[in-house]
């Protein structure tokens, strides 16, 4: 695969070196990749010791029931227990946990890991009490508030499974999910703030119970104050909880007992439970945030801007955060809420050191203009992570520019759901980041790119991502289903794992990501990613985001189709604009990329993780109806960008 259009994203030749001070004191040094590559399980024996474990472990990887792996075999550990109980007997009681920021102005606790621990064993004492025990599953259906923390972590606690949904999706998700782990208890609350007023949960969890009778009990954290029906499984949180004593003795379980299940959609309408066990994945989740944010827990205060419901939120505001003892900011509300510049404000007050967040977030703060975060003092700022999305250079540069004033190195963070923690990555005291590259596999981490036939392909080249060796966090199965864990992922390639990535090496055998393989487009024979052509939008001056399908043509097979939102200083759309658009993309990657038709749209269809959903736009431009709206985040855009483009907006 050489065609010119895949090298445009290799073209890139900006260079980002590590700070001298960070690297000469970076908690990760270059060296470790050969000691991990040097003896692999030893590397992850060592970084599973960061835990305290209750029973040492004996083997560290029984790989002998392939895709079926146990790690850390025979020891037995709390993940609660690790994540509050010992920075408290080790004298950090004191310490702020969590700084949460509600989204209702000076609505803000500062509680510390003392406070957390006497609130998770009162928590585990009333699951207890409503007949929770190890092995049972919970469903936790909240907004951003601590509350969601501790219930996580007292399901941890007490060996039973959770399974957090995320607060957005609708009664029917959330009651196919409760039935398809068969939960037994639902944790929620009555509502949460959403741009400056209380939004319900309750309802649609009364829907989401009505229908699912092995429900047995609801508790409820009673947040906005709303009305709320009430029903005979229903009880307050403030009340059970609240009531409990603050002692509570965790039990260690075996490093492969079930901590949660996350529930993700895949190719087919049915979501995949994706199940994650103890020890390997907070062994994982602890390293990659202690390594790839060069966390120092005594002076860093770390901010991860995902909502909990995605995974995301799991391994990088509650398990790695807490297992690693730092303190973190948790925020409630959304980013221009009560102005533009909140986050900013954040980070300034609170003297944020390390900030995590998506690139759909960074492009759009792109858009509302550097002026914005330019009102703030962000010098504290010393690491700046993305993940979610291919972060394109632009994107990059512009975070790296205007958020982390030329200074902070970016860590662009490859992984999934089912991965549980990263796999690619640089390191920030390490490596030179090149934008718009995840860099290589962490050590420790077997990646590569392959060709259809499962071949690796040769510096310089694209193919499939494929995780050559298993990991700590990997997901172990689906839940209830093996059999579609061994389709989906690990038949594919004969002996690795199928991410559904598609990736390039560039020449120095640095991993691109390009998108997921089904948005890779086929025009006139030539391979193009969708990333690709995106990026070369967006490095136009007057473009803030651009989403970019392929739609069927009966001449080259797949045409290009772009949406693009244009940035407010460009003063409006008209046939100008497309034409000059066309004509950037063009001179950018190759007459071959010229998108057939440019439509500018007011907003993109995203889920509520903020991924672009093209399989709705690819119905808007091949002129058919518009397919499952139930996962955006807002489903009216659909309608605002079908009004926009038949009034010739
Ligand atoms: C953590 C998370 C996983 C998919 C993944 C890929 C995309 C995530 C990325 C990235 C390029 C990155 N993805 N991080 N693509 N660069 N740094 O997002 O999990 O919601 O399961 O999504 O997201 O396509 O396969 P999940």
Same mark, same amino acid.
């Given at each position: 695969m050489t065609e010119p259009s895949l090298s445009n994203l290799l073209h890139e030749d900006r260079r980002f070196d590590p700070p001298a001070d960070l690297a000469a004191s970076a908690n990760v040094q270059a060296d470790a990749y050969e000691t991990a590559s040097e003896d692999r399980l030893a590397f992850w024996a060592e970084q599973a010791r960061r835990l305290s474990w209750e029973t040492p472990f004996d083997e560290v990887l029984d790989w002998s029931n392939p895709p079926f792996a146990k790690w850390f075999v025979g020891g037995t550990l709390n993940a609660s227990y690790n994540c509050v109980d010992r920075h408290v007997e080790a004298g950090n009681g004191d310490k702020v946990a969590i700084h949460w920021v509600g989204e209702p102005a000076d609505d803000t606790r500062s509680i510390t890991y003392a406070e957390l621990r006497d609130e998770v064993c009162r928590a585990a004492n009333a699951l207890t009490e409503l007949g929770v025990t190890s092995g049972d599953r919970v469903a936790i259906y909240m907004p951003m508030i601590p509350e969601t923390v501790v219930a996580m972590l007292a399901c941890a606690r007490l060996g039973a499974i959770h399974t957090v949904v995320f607060g957005g999706f609708s009664s029917d998700a959330l009651a196919s999910r409760i039935s398809d782990c068969e939960a037994k208890v639902v944790i929620t609350a009555d509502g949460g703030y959403r741009r400056g007023a209380p939004s319900a949960l309750k309802p649609a969890v009364?829907?989401?119970?009505?229908?699912?009778?092995?429900?047995?009990?609801?508790?409820?954290?009673?947040?906005?104050?709303?009305?709320?029906?009430?029903?005979?499984?229903?009880?307050?949180?403030?009340?059970?909880?609240?009531?409990?004593?603050?002692?509570?003795?965790?039990?260690?379980?075996?490093?492969?007992?079930?901590?949660?299940?996350?529930?993700?959609?895949?190719?087919?309408?049915?979501?995949?439970?994706?199940?994650?066990?103890?020890?390997?994945?907070?062994?994982?989740?602890?390293?990659?945030?202690?390594?790839?944010?060069?966390?120092?827990?005594?002076?860093?205060?770390?901010?991860?801007?995902?909502?909990?419901?995605?995974?995301?939120?799991?391994?990088?505001?509650?398990?790695?955060?807490?297992?690693?003892?730092?303190?973190?900011?948790?925020?409630?509300?959304?980013?221009?809420?009560?102005?533009?510049?909140?986050?900013?404000?954040?980070?300034?007050?609170?003297?944020?050191?390390?900030?995590?967040?998506?690139?759909?977030?960074?492009?759009? /703060?792109?858009?509302? *203009? #550097?002026?914005?975060? !330019?009102?703030? @003092?962000?010098?504290? $700022?010393?690491?700046?992570?993305? %993940?979610?999305?291919?972060?394109?250079?632009?994107?990059?540069?512009?975070?790296?520019?205007?958020?982390?004033?030329?200074?902070?190195?970016?860590?662009?963070?490859?992984?999934?759901?089912?991965?549980?923690?990263?796999?690619?990555?640089?390191?920030?005291?390490?490596?030179?980041?090149?934008?718009?590259?995840?860099?290589?596999?962490?050590?420790?981490?077997?990646?590569?790119?392959?060709?259809?036939?499962?071949?690796?392909?040769?510096?310089?080249?694209?193919?499939?991502?494929?995780?050559?060796?298993?990991?700590?966090?990997?997901?172990?199965?689906?839940?209830?289903?093996?059999?579609?864990?061994?389709?989906?992922?690990?038949?594919?390639?004969?002996?690795?794992? /199928?991410?559904?990535? *598609? #990736?390039?090496?560039? !020449?120095?055998? @640095?991993?691109?990501? $390009?998108?997921?393989?089904?948005? %890779?487009?086929?025009?006139?024979?030539?391979?193009?990613?969708?990333?690709?052509?995106?990026?070369?939008?967006?490095?136009?001056?007057?473009?803030?985001?651009?989403?970019?399908?392929?739609?069927?043509?009966?001449?080259?097979?797949?045409?290009?189709?772009?949406?693009?939102?244009?940035?407010?200083?460009?003063?409006?759309?008209g046939d100008e604009i497309v034409t000059e658009l066309r004509n950037h993309v063009a001179k950018e990657i190759g007459a071959i990329a010229k998108p057939r038709s440019i439509m500018v749209v007011p907003e993109l269809p995203k889920t509520r993780s903020g991924k672009i959903m093209r399989r709705l736009l690819r119905d808007v431009a091949e002129n058919r109806e518009v397919g499952d709206v139930t996962t955006l985040a807002d489903s009216s855009v659909m309608d605002q960008i079908k009004t926009g483009l038949s009034s010739g907006a």
């Open positions: 009364d829907d989401a119970v009505g229908r699912s009778p092995g429900v047995e009990h609801v508790l409820v954290v009673r947040r906005t104050g709303q009305d709320v029906a009430w029903g005979e499984k229903d009880a307050w949180w403030h009340e059970l909880v609240g009531g409990q004593s603050a002692d509570h003795t965790p039990e260690a379980f075996d490093a492969e007992h079930p901590l949660y299940v996350m529930y993700t959609s895949g190719t087919t309408g049915k979501p995949k439970g994706i199940l994650h066990t103890t020890g390997g994945y907070l062994t994982q989740a602890a390293w990659t945030h202690w390594a790839v944010f060069d966390l120092k827990a005594d002076t860093d205060v770390y901010w991860c801007a995902a909502d909990i419901g995605w995974v995301t939120g799991h391994s990088y505001i509650v398990y790695g955060p807490l297992a690693n003892g730092a303190t973190s900011v948790m925020y409630e509300g959304t980013p221009d809420t009560p102005h533009k510049g909140r986050w900013w404000e954040i980070v300034q007050e609170y003297g944020v050191t390390l900030l995590y967040c998506a690139p759909t977030a960074i492009r759009t /703060f792109m858009k509302w *203009g #550097a002026d914005i975060p !330019e009102q703030f @003092d962000m010098s504290s $700022l010393r690491v700046l992570g993305s %993940v979610g999305e291919p972060i394109n250079p632009e994107a990059y540069v512009w975070y790296r520019t205007n958020i982390g004033g030329d200074r902070t190195p970016v860590v662009d963070t490859w992984w999934q759901t089912e991965t549980g923690a990263m796999m690619i990555s640089p390191l920030p005291g390490v490596t030179s980041g090149k934008p718009g590259s995840a860099m290589k596999a962490l050590p420790g981490i077997g990646a590569d790119v392959v060709d259809d036939s499962g071949q690796p392909v040769p510096n310089g080249s694209g193919g499939y991502l494929v995780l050559t060796e298993p990991w700590p966090s990997m997901l172990r199965t689906l839940w209830g289903d093996d059999q579609r864990f061994i389709d989906t992922y690990w038949s594919r390639f004969e002996g690795v794992y /199928f991410a559904g990535d *598609g #990736a390039k090496k560039d !020449e120095d055998g @640095d991993i691109w990501l $390009l998108g997921r393989v089904d948005d %890779v487009m086929n025009v006139s024979g030539h391979r193009m990613s969708t990333a690709e052509i995106e990026s070369a939008l967006v490095s136009h001056e007057k473009v803030a985001e651009a989403a970019v399908v392929g739609a069927t043509d009966a001449t080259t097979g797949q045409a290009v189709v772009a949406f693009v939102i244009l940035r407010e200083s460009a003063g409006g759309g």
